[in-house]
């Protein structure tokens, strides 16, 4: 299998209020049509999706028990030039709702970062590396 990542699926409760969330976070819509019942952003490379899917319709797809809490096991990262931008960018998911998890800070491995939930909880990291640029 080539090593590849098409769409990151996340399970939400309020599939508009999470669709407002991300487009509020400054999200672009992938698809305009259907978004009643799936929600699709695209990301960087426009070559990648995040979709938002009613929680319990993915876990039905997925054949899984929707019932579940506390940590899933799963971060999404999304990196930034500089810890000014860091915290810029944690104000600005706080600002349109989502929960602030971990204020930004330096960490261990040498760079700055934080974290925020979204609407359901699903955990993103902010963070500078200063090792690598993957902004």
């Not at 931008?85 to 204020?103: M, R």
Request: hydrophobic residues 40%.
């Amino acid at each position: 299998m080539k090593s590849k990542v098409s769409i990151i699926s996340l399970g939400v409760k309020d599939l508009q209020a999470s669709r407002k969330f991300y487009e509020d976070l400054g999200f672009e819509l992938a698809v305009k049509e259907n978004t009643d019942s799936i929600v699709f952003f695209k990301l960087r490379n426009e070559a990648m999706l995040l979709g938002l899917y009613p929680w319990d319709k993915l876990a039905e797809d997925a054949e899984v028990e929707a019932a579940g809490s506390g940590f899933r096991g799963m971060t999404i990262a999304h990196n930034e030039s500089s810890p000014e931008a860091v915290d810029k960018v944690l104000d600005e998911a706080v600002n349109c709702g989502a929960k602030l998890v971990k204020p930004g800070k330096k960490v261990f491995w040498g760079g700055y970062s934080g974290y925020f939930a979204d609407l359901d909880g699903h955990l993103w990291e902010v963070a500078h590396n200063p090792y690598m640029d993957l902004t």
